[in-house]
């Protein structure tokens, strides 16, 4: 079954720590894994795509890894910022029809 | 702003209730989809337009019903929703849906309290 689990559920750090959340996925065929972040009330927002071939990608503060073979994602926070606080969601495209299948996100709290 | 806007923002209605969620993108893109996200669940998706035609309907039950008049605009009727219909209903557009391979921009969503 394609499935995407993400790891913690919530966590909760201090302003200018860094962070790191975990996606495991068993989709198969895989064609891309994205993060998305969703603040409170809002959509989601792309963060990072990554493809099969794409071992890491950074925006801003935000770097994404991916290890195609252990079907494993990690999104990376440095320097936190109040403004880091949302959901973050990791999503992989693929399977048999190519659907988008989503986990159901780590909220990060970051306190002053 | 993604360049999705989503009308109204917030929705309460009653289960005899008739109203319509409403959905355009600025971006000239040719696909655009209806999510549902309830707590603590992963997005699940609902409908999906390409090019105003309907590929894709995820087994949603009839009392949500989808309307897409042109690629720009994108509705959802609903008609007789129960309580577990709430939730934050989200609108998304992309260029094509094609091996879902196109970034997908979403709306701010419609929160839906259904009593």
């Known amino acids: 079954k394609n499935q995407v689990e993400q790891s913690p559920q919530s966590l909760i750090i201090l302003e200018g720590k860094n962070c790191t959340l975990q996606c495991n996925y068993t989709v198969s065929p895989f064609s891309n894994l994205r993060w998305y972040k969703q603040d409170t009330g809002r959509g989601p927002v792309s963060l990072t795509i990554m493809t099969f071939s794409e071992n890491t990608k950074s925006n801003g503060r935000y770097t994404a890894t991916l290890d195609a073979d252990t079907k494993q994602s990690s999104l990376h926070i440095t320097a936190s910022q109040l403004s880091d606080s949302a959901s973050y969601i990791c999503v992989v495209s693929g399977g048999s029809q190519g659907n988008l299948i989503f986990g159901k996100g780590t909220k990060l709290s970051v306190k002053p | 702003e993604t360049g999705v806007t989503q009308t109204p923002r917030h929705l309460v209605m009653g289960m005899t209730n008739k109203k319509s969620l409403k959905c355009e993108q600025h971006?000239?893109?040719?696909?655009m989809y209806w999510y549902k996200q309830s707590a603590k669940k992963p997005l699940e998706l609902m409908f999906v337009?390409?090019?105003?035609?309907?590929?894709e309907n995820n087994s949603v039950p009839s009392r949500f019903s989808p309307e897409c008049p042109n690629s720009s605009h994108l509705f959802l009727h609903l008609h007789t929703l129960q309580p577990e219909d709430s939730a934050l209903y989200l609108c998304a557009s992309s260029l094509r849906t094609s091996g879902n391979s196109y970034e997908q921009y979403f709306g701010p969503g419609t929160r839906l309290t259904v009593t």
């Open positions: 337009y390409n090019f105003k035609e309907q590929t």
């Open positions: 971006l000239g893109h040719n696909a």
